[in-house]
């Protein structure tokens, strides 16, 4: 699943945390990020202080049904694109 021009990004972190199941991030190189993690998440974060704004994020969702939430969350919020 990808996502795309993610403005909110403290939003998009509160529909992970209510996800079920696992929620990875892909990085380029192929290496695997727990974002369930709150160590993930707040490297994460810090990586990005200087921009409230995520050009793209490539995940891997374990659960369909959180895949939908996160879905539904992209759509409703206008914080972005999603495909899966």
Sequence with gaps: MKLYNINNVSALF????SCKGDVKLISKDGDMINLKSKLSQILLAAKLLDTSFIKELDLKVSDPE???NIMNFM???GSGEAVA
């Design 75 to 77: 759509m409703m919020s």
């Design 14 to 17: 509160n529909v992970l945390d």
């Design 66 to 68: 959180d895949m939908k």
